[in-house]
């Protein structure tokens, strides 16, 4: 608010005085006095409404109505006690709507038309980020720093300070910005918050300085975080060069003057890099993968993309990698052991595998114990939670729920769903899963059955989705076709977690019920050329995704593709592509140089963010299971194709290139 009646009135009542100076007394009533304190009191009552007609729409989300609102509010009202208040909402509407130069207008307004206004600090904030956002971060910075002259809590000046400080990073001002990061942790912000600004800081000391710079840190902030930070990677440096023995003795007299446990983490894996490095092959990868026993056939096709990507076959350019392959049997003691023998005799830097559950499971116990980095290529929940050694490149539920429900969504436009599942764990999984991806994305689910998994006969399910369950038909039957109940169809599409034998049977199924017009969705289980076989005609148009496709055009898979039938003679499929990705995440971190020890590739694989692999675009999470960009495939004219946007949806994690401010 501001004081724009206050100074109206008061501008009057002076005027009044030196009219009365040189003017006869003028004498009011009672009653007109009453009468104008009554008009001014219903001007008053009719401004309050118009902004709280304003606010409401803006609290409800009906920004465009807000955004009228309150611009017709400023325009007729515009000293009223609440004009700072409505610029201020329309400026964060026009952040909203991404229309930054209004933005920076509406609370350049509120800056320098209402000085006195208690929005005014938190406007002034706002028009940072604005020009933050415009890229204007020399005003960002100015508008910023003035701001530090007010009082302000803990958690506003630490933003005020690190967003000083990511404005300078982005205008290449690395020193300045490590001053505002230092600054900012001084006041000993929240948990989560401290540890993206030493996450910044870590940036720049790692990438950003050279080495002159790099050598003025640890001397401008002796004893603080980015002083020490400075002196870690100092000699982090040395050991890069090779300088082991100067390292090891920096390293030892680093971890005796440092108090922070993080340095101490950080200080001792460094030592273990020496050590390792001393020590481990860095081009040596293991592999274990059941090569006889039951699992044979699966073992076998998974080493061929293994051995693919390690260039076994003469196509890997740079460092040759040398391949330790093991035979787990299918036995997760056996595979245990060949995880003792990997590290200890033939002193490997990552191991590729294993396939099954049960051996991955002991497998990984034991990789985590000994500390070398596993990639799994198995389902089974909790793998990669079993530690930091531990990873997993492998389609789960999670990743098919979550990429078909982004796209029907956010691509397609459904918002009304319906699943029809089987009563077993799968079919349970996948329900719930996509239940919850349609919510978080603002679509709904309206109506939800299930079937048990030997049924072939759907019809009371599909009646009951579509309210028709109560109807006589042979009622229905007897009466003219326009007199006969309709089923009420309030979905767009239906979700059928199940195999692509049962799709086939259920697509006609709904069809033969009147339930038509909708979009069949499904999982990789339906990928099959049976899945047309089977359900025919009644399946065009199905959408369903797939951890990988052959014959999609992407430029990675394409490639993978090309070397495979030249090597082996015919197409591969999903767990070759998989186990070629996983072991092409390895080498290309070997081939680098960015790992000569096992603590560095594990670093190394946490790191990567946008792999381009045969299975798609990849990021490594904090758990060390992997994020995809999967493949969305649909029917056309009885064939299963890649849907027409795909390379979009593969483009989709190009990443920014300039830091956004850490607190918004």
């Known amino acids: 608010m501001n004081k724009g009646i206050i100074k109206i009135t008061a501008s009057i009542l002076l005027l009044g005085c030196c009219l009365m100076a040189c003017a006869p007394k003028v004498y009011v009533t009672k009653d007109e006095s009453d009468r104008i304190a009554k008009e001014l009191e219903i001007d008053e009552r009719k401004i309050r409404d118009s902004f709280a007609e304003a606010e409401k729409a803006f609290n409800d989300g009906e920004t465009d109505r807000a955004m009228e609102t309150f611009a017709a509010f400023v325009s007729k009202y515009p000293e009223a006690d609440l004009a700072d208040d409505a610029y201020f909402r329309m400026g964060e509407i026009f952040i909203k709507n991404d229309d930054v130069d209004s933005a920076v207008k509406s609370f350049e307004k509120v800056v320098t038309d209402y000085v006195g206004s208690d929005v005014f600090v938190e406007a002034k904030y706002r028009l940072a980020l604005a020009y933050f956002k415009r890229g204007d971060y020399n005003d960002a910075i100015q508008s910023l720093k003035s701001l530090l002259e007010n009082s302000l809590d803990k958690r506003r000046k630490v933003a005020v300070l690190s967003t000083i400080a990511d404005a300078h990073l982005n205008l290449g001002m690395n020193m300045d910005a490590l001053k505002g990061y230092e600054d900012a942790l001084e006041e000993k912000p929240e948990e989560e918050i401290e540890k993206k600004i030493k996450k910044r800081v ?75 490095r001393m020590d481990v092959q860095a081009n040596t990868v293991g592999c274990i993968l059941p090569l006889s026993g039951n699992y044979e056939a699966y073992g076998k096709k998974v080493l061929r993309g293994v051995q693919l990507a390690a260039g076994v076959f003469g196509q890997s350019q740079g460092l040759p990698i040398n391949l330790i392959i093991k035979d787990s049997m299918g ?21 590729i595998g294993p396939l099954i559950s049960s051996v991955a499971e002991a497998s990984a116990l034991k990789a985590q114990e000994l500390g070398v980095p596993m990639i799994a290529l198995s389902k089974k929940f909790g793998i990669p939670e079993t530690g930091d050694y531990v990873f997993r490149n492998f389609l ?44 978080l994305l603002g679509g709904e689910i309206v109506g939800i059955e299930g079937y048990e998994s ?138 680098t140089d960015k790992a000569r020890s096992r603590i560095e590739m594990r670093n190394s694989l946490f790191m990567l963010e946008t792999f381009d692999g045969a299975t798609g675009m990849t990021t490594v999470t904090e758990s060390g299971d992997v994020d995809k960009i999967i493949f969305i495939l649909t029917v056309k004219k009885g064939e299963i194709v890649e849907v027409e946007d795909a390379q979009a949806l593969h483009d989709a994690s190009a990443l920014k290139t300039e830091e956004t401010p850490l607190i918004q």
């Open 454 to 591: 030997g049924q072939n006969d759907f019809g009371k399910e599909i009646k009951r989705l579509v309210g028709m369950d109560k109807v006589n038909a042979r009622q229905e039957e007897e009466k003219p076709e326009e007199e006969r109940l309709k089923p009420v169809i309030d979905f767009d599409a239906i979700f059928i977690p199940d195999s692509y034998e049962k799709a086939g049977l259920i697509a006609p199924h709904l069809a033969y019920n009147d339930v038509e017009g909708i979009r069949l969705l499904g999982t990789n289980s339906w990928n099959s050329p049976k899945l047309i076989s089977i359900g025919e005609g009644y399946v065009e148009d199905a959408i369903f995704p797939s951890g990988f496709y052959p014959g999609s055009m992407r430029e990675s898979t394409l490639t993978f593709n090309t070397s495979f039938e030249s090597s082996f003679g015919e197409k591969p499929d999903i767990l070759e592509a998989m186990a070629y990705d996983a072991t092409r995440m390895v080498v290309d971190i070997i081939k």
């Open 331 to 351: 036995d997760p003691e056996v595979a245990v052991q060949a995880v003792n023998e990997l590290v200890t005799e033939d002193r490997v830097v990552a191991i």
């Open 396 to 439: 789960t539920n999670r990743h098919q729920t979550k990429s078909l429900a982004k796209y029907v969504v956010n691509r397609l436009g459904i918002k009304k769903f319906a699943i029809l599942y089987p009563r077993d764990s799968y079919g349970e999984e996948l329900m719930n899963l996509f239940w919850n991806d349609i919510n």
């Open 202 to 276: 870590a940036s720049i000391i790692e990438n950003r300085l050279g080495k002159e710079e790099l050598n003025q840190v640890p001397v401008l902030y002796r004893g603080s975080y980015v002083g020490e930070y400075g002196s870690y990677a100092l000699i982090e440096g040395l050991v890069d060069e090779g300088n082991y023995e100067e390292g090891k003795k920096e390293i030892n007299k680093f971890l005796s003057e440092t108090d922070r446990d993080e340095m101490k983490i950080k200080g001792n894996d460094l030592l273990q890099v020496i050590v390792q």
